[in-house]
């Protein structure tokens, strides 16, 4: 069974999923793997991690533009209660990261990653 998208839809859902991703890690105490993998798309992240002890999520990012030697990585930390606004601005509204967002979804929802269909 297809679910169909707009882009404001696909936000709205991808919101309420977040949420869903902060509250299994604070049950846990473990960040998802889609979690992650959403967080490193949005941020183009080199590594994502969930600092325990501060209750915070660290983003590492490569600052520098050119490829010689070891990458010149800044951390970024956000409490893990900011985490769901940080997702809402970094998101991207183009047909690629729009049907990345939709595999996200579909898997959390048990509609399969090949069954979202996105509309204009």
């Known amino acids: 069974m297809a679910a169909y998208f707009n ?3 696909l936000r709205t859902s991808l919101q309420e ?3 869903t991703y902060i509250a299994e890690c604070k049950e846990c105490n473990i960040l998802s793997q889609d979690c992650i993998d959403l967080l490193r798309h949005n941020f183009l992240a080199e590594f994502v991690i969930y600092n325990k002890a ?7 990012m490569n600052k520098s533009e050119d490829f010689d030697g070891y990458p010149e990585i800044e951390i970024y930390t956000f409490p893990l209660e900011d985490i769901g606004k940080k997702v809402d601005y970094s998101f991207k509204n183009n047909n690629e990261d729009l049907e990345f967002y939709g595999k996200l979804i579909g898997r ?6 090949n069954s979202i269909v996105l509309m204009e």
Do not use: A, H
């Open 7 to 9: 882009s404001n839809q």
């Open 17 to 19: 999923l977040v949420k």
């Open 54 to 60: 501060n209750n915070s999520i660290e983003i590492g």
């Open 108 to 113: 959390r929802k048990g509609i399969g990653s």
